[in-house]
């Protein structure tokens, strides 16, 4: 299936901070999605993007559909102790059953 | 109502039992998931039901078999697991395929 490349794997940043990180992929997506997770917790889903160069804001949180269709962002701004967690981004396409795929996961630290 | 239930919250198996997992929305979603997730990594996909039906089923293990009783209910049933099956179970709905909602998952031990 297709991979999800998802950046950067770890951060470590003071509150107050603002955050990006990102996803792509070498295929096109019809569908991004963000999600946090909290430890032994399932997935919360954060933005759901649909269109190419689509911005959305969800709070202190905006995510972009690229253009090209093969990347995404995900920024947050001035964090929060509870930001705390791991950010997954997941795409799905048509042309895989609309399968939902996820990136590996941000793992985020924020220190007070 | 936008909730995805699973039962029990955690689980301690031995190799030789038998156990099920159970999941329940009330969304009125067409598709439900089971996902596998192991620790620091993303979820894996492992089966998919549709309108009812078994619609992908991801090379799992005979060991793992799912049910899906009817539209708002999906069981795991387990047997004869490994200790490498320990991992968060996720159940997850969806309407359209584009937005999973997921439950808070079952972490399942082996011994």
């Known amino acids: 299936g297709q991979q999800l490349n998802q950046s950067p794997q770890s951060m470590f940043i003071q509150e107050g901070e603002d955050v990006s990180m990102n996803c792509t992929s070498s295929?096109?997506?019809?569908?991004w999605l963000w999600y946090k997770q909290d430890p032994g917790e399932g997935p919360v889903l954060l933005i759901a993007l649909y269109k190419a160069g689509e911005l959305t804001s969800n709070g202190r949180l905006t995510a972009q559909f690229g253009i090209t269709r093969k990347d995404s962002f995900l920024n947050i701004s001035a964090s929060i102790p509870s930001d705390v967690g791991i950010y997954f981004c997941a795409g799905s396409a048509w042309y895989n059953n609309n399968d939902m795929r996820f990136g590996a996961g941000t793992r985020l630290t924020v220190k007070p | 109502d936008t909730e995805v239930t699973q039962t029990p919250k955690h689980l301690v198996m031995g190799m030789t039992n038998k156990k099920s997992l159970k999941c329940e929305q009330h969304m009125g979603h067409r598709a439900m998931y089971w996902y596998k997730q192991k620790a620091k990594k993303p979820p894996e996909l492992m089966f998919v039901y549709s309108y009812e039906k078994l619609s992908i089923n991801e090379s799992v293990p005979s060991r793992f078999s799912p049910e899906c009783p009817n539209s708002s209910l999906l069981n795991l049933h387990l047997h004869a697991l490994q200790p490498e099956d320990s991992a968060l179970y996720l159940c997850?709905?969806?309407?359209?395929?584009?937005?999973?909602?997921f439950g808070s998952g079952t972490q399942l031990s082996v011994l």
């Open positions: 997850a709905s969806s309407q359209d395929s584009e937005k999973l909602f």
């Open positions: 295929s096109i997506f019809n569908t």
